[in-house]
Structures are given as structure tokens and as C-alpha cells.
């Protein structure tokens, strides 16, 4: 199986179309340039909200949002993500709601899963995000797993799993993609370069040509596509994923971007890289890029921007207030989904713990 280390492009850096435009409804167009939009102004958002904090961790996506939102287009609604950190973008758009999102950030009696998992660890089963582990790379595994539960039950079912840079560096990137080309199962594991793990720059991350290539260690097929263009991204992605649907195995993406912020809301990416090299990138803005070609094309106005920027920071304020007007979680929600019937000991915790909940003393509990 051939790997592609050719970089995919469809719009050039100005904006300009330099290949066929993939066949996307108009009002799709729009529609995912709104989400970019949106995105963007989440991650500012978002990233005040903990300065003040009022939420307690948060990874920005800034500056891959076409990686992000073109990947999640490709897929169909029955498809499953296997995510990371930087794809909250995916289920959103998937149809999670920005409260749900929040909510999650919180750790609230919203949050979809009940204050169980570190702020940004998102994942919802009703778009079929499958919850993912700090653990870089482990989501690969999972992504290879259930894409062989479909081959073997027969469904029409893509599993995606995205992974960043740092994480082709794990066994479990090895582990993964051996096995799913061995057992050409319906996966496409998407990388989403964006050139750092943390403080670790590509060049300390491999030595290979491109991260795409590593897809011929496996005889898998390798494809590399700029990741800050939204159509080339989409046509990458949707041909991957119809390829692996029809049976014709996995594929390896590896979507070049840049991570315009810090790692996360810990991190402080001044103190290890060039600001020459991020200006370089900010040349190379994903979300002004599409926004100039939809321009050229009559698709977008001045006020079109203006009104999606409107509502869209009127909808995350609004989410906002109501998510934080949410209690935390009830306590019975901590010995909730474990067993299918409580074992006596378990219900004798959580009458305790409910007790203490409410202030009562309870003569006995816990000894310790
Ligand atoms: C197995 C493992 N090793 C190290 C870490 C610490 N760690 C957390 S995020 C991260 C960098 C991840 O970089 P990358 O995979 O490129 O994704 P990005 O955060 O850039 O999207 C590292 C090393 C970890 N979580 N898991």
C-alpha cells in the first residue's frame, strides 16, 4: 500500500482555489465556516473563564479549526470518534450542545458524564464520542477495536481515532495501526500535526520523513494534507472514510496545522518557541483562509460574519449562565454505573454518604 507524502491542498495559502472543490452543498459551506467561527471565539471564551477561575483547565484548538470541523464533516452520524484533547470541535459539531460542553468544563449536575472526568476530557455517547484517557495514543487502540467489532458484526460503521503528533510516538500507535491493517478493519486514524507536544517540537518527536509515511511501516495507506484547509481536509478525510466503509481498509492521515496557543490553560508556549514561527502561522489562518474563498464565491458577507459573531458569543454567554447556575452532581451519582444491582455493601456507602451529604452524623459510618 502506497503513502501519498504530497501535500494535499485544495485552497492556497491566500484563499485562492488551485484544484477541484469538493462537492459540498452551499449551505454546508456556510454552515462549517459558522462552526470555525464559533470554535474560535469558544477557545477565547473559554480561556478567560479559567483565567478567572471559574473553570479549572482548558485546551485550546485555536488555529486547527479546519482540521477539526473538515475530519468531523467526512463522517456520518452512525460513525464513532474515538477523540483527544483537541476534538471537542467534533462533537460539537456532531450536535453536543455548548452548556453540555461547559457543563462538562464545570463538573456539574449538566455534565453528560457527572463530573467523572478531568474539565476537557469531553465525550458524549449520543453523537458516539467514546470517552477517551489522559493517556496519549490509547484512543487508537479503542478506535482499532471497535472497527473490528463492526467488520465482524457486519455494520456500515467508520471508526475514527485522532491522535497528535506526540502520540505516533506511543506503542499504542504501533499496536493500532498493525492491527488494523492486518485485519483491514473500517478505521481512519487521523493525526492532527500541529507541529508540538507540549514543549517538544517535531523535530525531537521523529526523524522520519513526514508523520504520514510511518503508514508504510504497517502496508497501510499514508496520505498528508494541510490541515488549515478546510476543502482539502474534507476531501482527504470523506475518501478515507468511504474507502475503509466499503471494505477497502484503513487509512493514515496526517493533517498538517499548527497549535496557534499552549498546550493547554497550564502552559505557557513563550518560554520554548519562536514568535516568528507562530506568525508564520497565523499567515496561514484556517478560518481566514475559507473565509476569503467563500468570499470570492458569494457565499459570505461582511454581515454574515458579523451576525454569526453576534449570536455565536450571545449563545456561549447564555450558556455560561445557565451551566453555572447548575448544583454539582448528586452524590448518589458517585456509586451510580457500576453493577447492575447494588451490592449491600455499596448501598450501605451511599445511605452515608447521603447522610453526610445533608449534614446528618451518622453513628458508624466509615470507620476508620
Ligand atoms: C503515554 C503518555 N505520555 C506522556 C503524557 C504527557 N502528555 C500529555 S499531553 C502530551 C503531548 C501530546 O502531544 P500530541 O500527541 O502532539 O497532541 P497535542 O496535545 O499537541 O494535540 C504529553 C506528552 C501522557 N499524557 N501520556
Known amino acids: 500500500m502506497s503513502v501519498d507524502e504530497t501535500l494535499h491542498q485544495v485552497l492556497d495559502v491566500s484563499g485562492r482555489a488551485i484544484a477541484p472543490v469538493p462537492d459540498v452543498p452551499k449551505e454546508d459551506l456556510r454552515r462549517l465556516h459558522r ?7 469558544l477557545d477565547q471564551r473559554m480561556l478567560s473563564l479559567q483565567r478567572q477561575g ?43 450542545t455548548l452548556e453540555e460542553f461547559i457543563c462538562q468544563l464545570i463538573g456539574n449536575a449538566g455534565d453528560v458524564l457527572i463530573g467523572r472526568q478531568m474539565p476537557m476530557h469531553f465525550s458524549d455517547r449520543r453523537v458516539n464520542s467514546v470517552a477517551w484517557s489522559s493517556v496519549i495514543g490509547t484512543q487508537l487502540v479503542h478506535a482499532m477495536g471497535a472497527a473490528y467489532a463492526a467488520k465482524l458484526q457486519q455494520h456500515d460503521t467508520v471508526c475514527m481515532g485522532y491522535i497528535g503528533d506526540g502520540g505516533t510516538s506511543s506503542p499504542d500507535f504501533h499496536a493500532a495501526l ?10 481512519v486514524f487521523f493525526c492532527q500535526n500541529n507541529q508540538w507536544a507540549i514543549s517538544v517540537p517535531l523535530s525531537a518527536q ?77 499567515e496561514r489562518d484556517p478560518v481566514r483562509r475559507f473565509e476569503t474563498w467563500l468570499r470570492s464565491e458569494g457565499l459570505l458577507t ?57 449534614g446528618t452524623h451518622v453513628e458508624g459510618a466509615f470507620p476508620l
Open 178 to 187: 498493525n492491527f488494523a491493517q492486518v485485519w483491514q478493519v473500517p478505521a
Open 35 to 41: 462552526h470555525m467561527v464559533s470554535m474560535r471565539l
Open 206 to 282: 521523529t526523524a522520519s520523513s513526514s508523520i504520514a509515511i510511518k503508514a508504510a511501516a504497517y502496508g497501510m495507506r499514508g496520505v498528508r494534507v494541510d490541515g488549515n484547509d478546510l476543502l482539502a481536509v474534507i476531501q482527504v478525510t470523506r475518501e478515507a472514510v468511504e474507502r475503509a466503509r466499503a471494505g477497502g481498509g484503513p487509512t493514515f492521515i496526517e493533517s498538517l496545522t499548527y497549535r496557534m496557543g499552549g498546550h493547554s490553560s497550564s502552559d505557557d508556549p513563550t518560554r520554548y518557541r519562536d514568535a516568528a514561527q507562530v506568525q508564520y502561522w497565523e
Open 54 to 96: 471559574r473553570i479549572g483547565f482548558y485546551g485550546m484548538a485555536t488555529g486547527q479549526e479546519a482540521t477539526v470541523t473538515g475530519s468531523a464533516y467526512a463522517l456520518r452520524a452512525t460513525d464513532w470518534v474515538f477523540h483527544a484533547l483537541r476534538e471537542t470541535g467534533v462533537c460539537l459539531w456532531r450536535g453536543t
Open 302 to 358: 461582511d454581515a454574515d460574519l458579523e451576525q454569526w459573531t453576534a449570536e455565536v458569543q450571545d449563545e456561549i454567554s447564555r450558556a455560561i449562565t445557565s451551566a453555572e447556575s447548575l448544583p454539582a452532581p448528586p452524590i448518589e451519582s458517585m456509586f451510580s454505573d457500576v453493577y447492575a444491582q447494588m451490592p449491600a455493601a455499596l448501598a450501605d456507602q451511599m445511605k452515608y454518604a447521603l447522610a453526610l451529604g445533608k
